[in-house]
């Protein structure tokens, strides 16, 4: 069979004629073997000494460093950890931060409880509400288990009478004091009527006993807030004018105490 041999050589010369041109294979390794395993020797200005290491729980250590940049995050809680202040440094306790100071409490119901104790007269610098809203609270609590709730009547004239007071108090004193240091005196002063409230639940006050009973606590009551008004104040000239109208607010919390609210209409 007949072959045609000029293909071969056609075959050939096209080969050799487009021929491909060698490419050269690119360079890839832009840093060296030895500066793969050490990772500081890429970045020259790096160092070591400000790099911090962080530790499994948080702890941020540093190197080289004083002790005034370190810190330490602390470790996520139970949800109780919201009312604490364990975690942060310096941080004052809930309860300062909120006003409350059992501390203060304690000696301002023993200034109360002791009306013949002579009456510091810085005693009202740190005036708080926390222990007028515990008594007052209280003297509620008191008159409902003894059947008299009395919630609005004990707001109503508390709140009167401490306006009455606030007003009273600035006429007639020439320092002058605020409305917050009012309300805070005549709720701590309440504390004997909170007994008063208190033996009610026990027996019936209406009668002799309880009369007797009602008179000796708005005595007590209205000499401790005129003498912590009084040495506030150095008003020591006009007890008896502070005395006045302070004796007449106690006279309405006794009048709660002993006698019974209207029952309703039959």
């Known amino acids: 069979m007949w072959q045609d041999t000029s293909n071969t050589y056609a075959s050939s010369s096209q080969n050799s004629y487009y021929a491909q041109p060698v490419v050269p294979e690119p360079q890839l390794q832009f840093y060296s073997p030895q500066g793969a395993s050490d990772p500081n020797s890429f970045y020259p200005g790096s160092r070591p000494s400000l790099d911090g290491n962080v530790g499994a729980q948080g702890h941020i250590s540093q190197q080289g460093m004083g002790p005034g940049y370190g810190g330490n995050i602390q470790p996520a809680g139970g949800w109780w950890t919201a009312f604490g202040t364990g975690g942060f440094e310096g941080e004052p306790p809930l309860l300062e931060e909120l006003g409350i100071n059992f501390q203060h409490i304690r000696d301002k119901s023993l200034t109360v409880l002791n009306p013949l104790r002579g009456v510091d007269a810085r005693i009202m610098d740190d005036a708080d ?136 209409v039959e």
């Open 129 to 264: 509400m926390a222990g007028p809203i515990i008594f007052v609270f209280c003297f509620g609590i008191c008159l409902l288990f003894s059947g008299k709730p009395n919630f609005g009547y004990i707001y109503g004239v508390g709140l009167f009478g401490s306006a009455s007071m606030y007003t009273l108090l600035n006429l007639m004193s020439e320092k002058g004091i605020d409305a917050y240091r009012v309300v805070s005196v005549l709720g701590y002063c309440l504390l004997p009527m909170v007994g008063v409230s208190a033996i009610s639940v026990m027996m019936v006050l209406d009668g002799t006993f309880g009369y007797l009973l009602s008179i000796i606590s708005i005595l007590w009551c209205t000499y401790s807030a005129s003498g912590i008004f009084v040495a506030v104040l150095q008003m020591s000239d006009q007890r008896l004018l502070v005395a006045y109208p302070v004796g007449l607010l106690y006279g309405c919390f006794a009048l709660l105490s002993v006698f019974n609210g209207p029952s309703g």
